[in-house]
């Protein structure tokens, strides 16, 4: 069901010293992504799989992949934008376990991130901060107002790409979600996680003409606040601007 793990040979058997898990103890596992309110209202994204989707060979996403911190001022669509989503966090379906298998690996299959984003040029969407409801492949806003742009690009430390992006995500861990399995390894397990997200994203934006900026300087005390994380239990891990590019 994991797509890598460590666990059955590392943890329990050359380190059986290592603190039982949750889980060994048989305690339920947290929920598969976090709770939406019932009185938010879901903004459901177009289906990726009948989404239109440019042709580009993937070695030539590879070679041509670069980070970019200057974006034209195109916005994008909500299909682009969900595309986008759905290659970097997108659920292909829930197991039994249950888990969600997804488009990028986990250790575990834990997934143990949520994505949130600052919206600032998508069509049809209002600027903002919104989370993606992964399971349900829809988004959540959670502060419109004017100011919310700023306020982010300072806990980023005022970095201009967030602030001129089309889009910025920040993928913010929910630490119980990993460490349920993997209570010692499973912070380490969240960062390589991080890399498998951020390059899916890399690699799905040069095939739609945007270009991308992976960006860990940031207040994390800041972000986690403008962001509503506690810091602890859920914290922001990575962030990405992306927009179009220019010319």
């Given at each position: 069901m994991?797509?890598f793990?460590?666990?059955?040979f590392?943890e329990?058997?050359k380190y059986?010293?290592?603190?039982i898990?949750p889980?060994d ?7 598969l ?8 209202t879901?903004i459901p994204l177009p ?32 299909g ?5 989503l759905?290659a ?8 039994k ?5 997804r ?5 575990g299959?834990?997934h143990?991130?949520?994505t ?8 049809g969407?209002?600027?903002g ?16 107002a004017e100011?919310?742009n700023?306020?982010?690009?300072t ?6 790409q967030?602030a001129?992006s ?8 929910v ?12 912070y380490?397990y969240?960062?390589?996680d991080?890399?498998h ?9 040069e095939?739609?003409g945007?270009?991308?900026c992976?960006?860990?300087?940031y207040?994390?005390d ?10 602890t239990?859920?914290?922001?891990a990575?962030v990405?601007?992306?927009?179009k590019k220019?010319g």
């Open positions: 994991s797509d793990d460590g666990r059955t590392w329990k058997t059986p010293y290592l603190p898990s889980q103890l048989g305690r339920p596992q947290p929920p992504e976090l709770p939406v309110d019932p009185a938010a879901l289906d990726p799989a009948v989404t239109p989707k440019p042709a580009l060979d993937l070695w030539r996403a590879i070679g041509q992949r670069t980070t970019v911190r200057n974006y034209a001022e195109q916005a994008l669509t909500l682009e934008l969900s595309l986008l759905w970097s966090q997108g659920v292909k379906r829930v197991s376990r249950p888990a969600t298998l488009t990028v690996p986990s250790a299959a834990r143990a991130f949520e949130y984003l600052l919206i600032n040029r998508v069509e969407l209002t600027p901060l919104y989370r993606y409801a992964a399971i349900e492949h829809a988004l959540v806003a959670l502060d419109l100011d919310i700023p306020r982010i690009t806990a980023c430390e005022d970095q201009s967030v001129n089309a889009v910025t995500f920040i993928w913010a861990a630490i119980e979600r990993m460490t349920w399995r993997y209570p010692v390894r499973g380490r969240i960062l390589l991080a890399g997200v951020c390059q899916n994203l890399y690699l799905a934006a095939g739609l945007c270009g991308v992976a960006i860990a300087a207040d994390d800041l972000l986690n606040r403008e962001v509503g994380l506690d810091g239990n859920q914290f922001a990575y990405a601007s992306l927009g220019k």
